[in-house]
């Protein structure tokens, strides 16, 4: 078990600029999360996988965003045509079952200039 | 849909003196609820968390929550803190993954334990 793994760890773009993140779940855990945590505030949930499907997308998830789990396994977030609100450590977290701990990865630190 | 409340946002407190930090949640469903820790630039880490039975859960390093039903509150204490417990606590709660739910963590704002030798 090597726990949840993230990368890059910090990224750093210009608005406008398109970015993707990649979350390596811990390996046979068949829910993902992703959620952003901004300065001075709680992580905030964005988007559920369980296995390869979707299952659930905050308001917070706008367009720009996408995220997906190909043959639920790694995940990846994009964000397209960046904004400087976007600015955020972006978190992913996975479980293997509904009464199981969510376990967190360190996370993505994007800047966005 | 869930809310969380943790009303201090910094707790200032002498090394080896009692500490409480204060967690109320809303829900309109039964919920799991969770302690997580943030130590300076490292990850999330769940601290302890009631699913279930006994409304008194403890962590390995001392800490201690109990869920409140009728206050709804899930308050976490320990009485003697040492200088490595310095971190931000972020109270969450969870709705129990029935019909379909997500399990998606509810988070408040944290609260960061500042403890002083």
């Known amino acids: 078990d090597t726990g949840v793994s993230q990368d890059p760890r910090h990224k750093i773009t210009k608005r406008g600029q398109n970015v993707t993140f990649r979350c390596d779940p811990i390996?046979?855990?068949?829910?993902l999360y992703w959620y952003r945590q901004t300065l001075g505030q709680g992580p905030e949930f964005l988007t559920y996988?369980?296995?390869?499907?979707?299952?659930?997308k905050s308001r917070l998830l706008s367009d720009r965003f996408s995220a997906e789990r190909p043959k639920g396994s790694f995940s990846t977030l994009e964000i397209q045509r960046t904004e400087q609100g976007d600015s955020a450590m972006y978190l992913c977290?996975?479980?293997?079952?509904?009464?199981?701990?969510?376990?967190f990865g360190p996370g993505t630190r994007l800047l966005v200039l | 849909a869930q809310s969380v409340t943790q009303l201090d946002s910094q707790v200032p407190v002498f090394e080896e003196a009692p500490v409480e930090l204060r967690c109320n949640y809303s829900?309109?469903?039964?919920?799991?609820l969770f302690w997580y820790v943030q130590y300076p630039n490292q990850g999330l880490q769940l601290l302890l968390k009631?699913?279930?039975?006994?409304?008194l859960v403890e962590s390995i390093n001392g800490f201690e929550a109990e869920f409140n039903k009728s206050q709804t509150s899930f308050h976490l204490r320990k009485p003697s803190v040492h200088i490595s417990d310095t971190a931000e606590y972020f109270c969450?709660?969870?709705?129990?993954?029935?019909?379909?739910?997500?399990?998606?963590?509810?988070f408040g704002t944290g609260t960061l334990l500042a403890v002083q030798p």
């Open positions: 977290a996975s479980s293997l079952d509904r009464r199981e701990t969510q376990y």
């Open positions: 390996s046979e855990h068949n829910r």
């Open positions: 996988f369980q296995n390869e499907a979707q299952l659930e």
């Open positions: 829900s309109s469903v039964s919920v799991y």
């Open positions: 009631y699913l279930s039975g006994s409304t």
């Open positions: 969450a709660v969870s709705d129990r993954g029935y019909g379909g739910a997500t399990n998606k963590l509810i």
